[in-house]
């Protein structure tokens, strides 16, 4: 019998109580996989070295006047600059959401020309018709939308003065490629003239302001110059280069990734705990097996490779079955956020770490227990009761 064959025995000798602890390493280990794997999506949108936006020193969701941008864009160091709206809008049902933006069209394909690869016609029609709207290819095969279309998009944050409804109605002039990092995922255009003359309130505002700088060594410059410029006014401003508004973005959402991260952080501390007491645990029930091991020639070292390998076996079966389910988990979530135009898959990344993770775990877990094997005397383990 080899000592892999004596693990796997050992490890299932009360089978109850390893399925319990293979399922709560499991929870733990879905848990950091599919978290690792969202963050990865989040931040794997490409980014220029000379784009930036400013935004209210608040948040994104506090709008700046108009006025903000106008004055933004003559601010010395920036080539061209645009404005964006955050429309809050869905497809027929409030679970069918889509991140429509309101923008300036010419402004918003200069500043992302690099993403906004499409036909000029269509381009065309979508600076001169009013009602115009855009969308990813991804998201109108998903809907079913052909270009011609008229698509009612509801909005659960602002309400159509014309029909005091919260839809609006956009004839659908085109679609544009999102490869893979594309700055315009699930980004749906419409048009910022037409939405502000429409809202019943937050009229003359933005949102943000994003823009080129005419070179990345002036970066810090411009952007000083332009918080500079409105600091101590109603409505001051904070200018960060585009990667750090991005995550800042994603983290408006309640610092999420720091919720989970701290969940994750102590669902591991409590699988450290369980199943270090229970391997310990379990090593004092074999106190004589072990005695009887050494007494027949098995080596001290070789006592603590099997009770440390009993506990690696253990981790790496349940991050195993972990990872598994972080699969079917993310493919769940893609299901519904493919409407607006996301999917997110299991990383090769998130698989990496959480095996390193799960090797780690079964390290320190073993680690006490094995050492307390190896340093046993035969006569106290045929001498204990």
Same mark, same amino acid.
């Given at each position: 019998?080899?000592?892999?064959?004596?693990?796997?025995?050992?490890?299932?000798r009360?089978?109850?109580?390893?399925i319990?602890?293979?399922?709560?390493?499991?929870?733990?280990?879905?848990?950091?996989?599919?978290?690792?794997?969202?963050?990865?999506?989040?931040?794997?949108?490409?980014?220029?070295p000379?784009?930036?936006?400013?935004l209210?020193?608040?948040?994104?969701?506090?709008?700046l006047?108009?006025?903000?941008?106008d004055?933004?864009a003559?601010?010395?160091g920036?080539a061209?600059?645009?404005?964006?709206?955050?429309?809050?809008?869905?497809?027929r049902?409030q679970?069918?959401f889509?991140?429509v933006?309101?923008?300036?069209p010419?402004?918003?394909f200069?500043?992302y020309?690099e993403?906004? #690869?499409?036909?000029?016609?269509q381009r065309?029609a979508?600076? #001169?018709?009013?009602?115009?709207m855009?969308?990813?290819?991804?998201?109108?095969?998903?809907?079913?939308?052909?270009?011609? #279309?008229?698509?009612?998009?509801?909005?659960?944050i602002?309400?159509n003065?014309?029909t005091?409804?919260?839809?609006?109605e956009?004839?659908l002039?085109?679609?544009f490629?999102?490869p893979?990092?594309?700055?315009?995922?699930?980004?749906v255009?419409?048009?910022?003239?037409?939405?502000?003359e429409t809202?019943?309130?937050?009229?003359?505002?933005?949102?943000?302001?994003?823009?080129?700088?005419?070179?990345?060594?002036?970066?810090?410059?411009?952007?000083?110059?332009?918080?500079?410029?409105f600091?101590n006014?109603a409505?001051e401003?904070?200018?960060?280069?585009?990667?750090?508004?991005?995550e800042?973005?994603?983290?408006q959402?309640?610092?999420?990734?720091?919720?989970i991260?701290?969940?994750?952080g102590?669902?591991?501390?409590?699988i450290?705990?369980?199943?270090?007491?229970t391997?310990?645990l379990?090593?004092?029930?074999?106190?004589?097996?072990?005695?009887?091991?050494?007494?027949?020639?098995?080596?001290?070292m070789?006592?603590l490779?099997?009770?440390?390998?009993?506990?690696?076996?253990?981790?790496?079966?349940?991050a195993s079955l972990?990872i598994?389910?972080?699969?079917?988990?993310?493919a769940?979530?893609?299901?519904?956020?493919?409407?607006?135009?996301?999917?997110?898959?299991?990383t090769?990344?998130?698989?990496?770490?959480?095996?390193?993770?799960?090797?780690?775990?079964?390290?320190?877990t073993g680690?006490?227990?094995?050492?307390?094997?190896?340093?046993?005397?035969?006569?106290?383990a045929?001498?204990r009761r």
């Amino acid at each position: 019998m080899n000592d892999m064959m004596l693990m796997r025995k050992n490890l299932f000798r009360k089978p109850v109580r390893t399925i319990l602890l293979i399922i709560t390493i499991m929870i733990g280990f879905a848990i950091l996989a599919a978290t690792l794997s969202f963050n990865r999506a989040a931040s794997t949108f490409n980014t220029l070295p000379t784009r930036m936006v400013t935004l209210s020193k608040i948040n994104f969701t506090e709008a700046l006047p108009i006025a903000h941008y106008d004055r933004i864009a003559r601010t010395e160091g920036v080539a061209v600059a645009t404005h964006m709206n955050w429309f809050g809008g869905y497809y027929r049902e409030q679970q069918n959401f889509l991140t429509v933006f309101a923008v300036d069209p010419e402004t918003y394909f200069q500043v992302y020309a690099e993403d906004l #690869q499409m036909e000029a016609a269509q381009r065309d029609a979508f600076f #001169q018709e009013r009602t115009a709207m855009l969308v990813p290819d991804q998201l109108a095969e998903h809907w079913g939308w052909r270009v011609g #279309q008229r698509i009612p998009i509801k909005s659960n944050i602002f309400t159509n003065a014309t029909t005091g409804e919260s839809t609006w109605e956009f004839l659908l002039v085109g679609t544009f490629p999102t490869p893979q990092g594309s700055s315009q995922i699930g980004a749906v255009l419409i048009h910022y003239d037409y939405f502000n003359e429409t809202i019943t309130f937050g009229r003359d505002h933005i949102g943000w302001v994003p823009f080129l700088t005419t070179s990345a060594t002036v970066n810090d410059q411009v952007a000083n110059a332009i918080d500079d410029r409105f600091a101590n006014s109603a409505d001051e401003t904070s200018t960060q280069g585009e990667a750090a508004f991005n995550e800042s973005f994603v983290a408006q959402r309640g610092n999420m990734a720091l919720v989970i991260s701290l969940v994750v952080g102590a669902a591991f501390i409590a699988i450290l705990l369980i199943v270090g007491t229970t391997m310990t645990l379990a090593v004092r029930e074999r106190t004589r097996e072990v005695g009887v091991m050494k007494t027949v020639g098995f080596s001290s070292m070789r006592v603590l490779r099997i009770v440390l390998g009993e506990s690696l076996l253990l981790s790496l079966l349940g991050a195993s079955l972990g990872i598994l389910a972080a699969a079917g988990i993310l493919a769940a979530m893609s299901r519904f956020t493919a409407g607006a135009g996301f999917t997110i898959s299991l990383t090769a990344q998130a698989i990496i770490w959480s095996v390193l993770v799960a090797f780690a775990l079964g390290a320190i877990t073993g680690l006490a227990p094995a050492l307390s094997a190896y340093r046993m005397r035969i006569i106290d383990a045929l001498g204990r009761r």
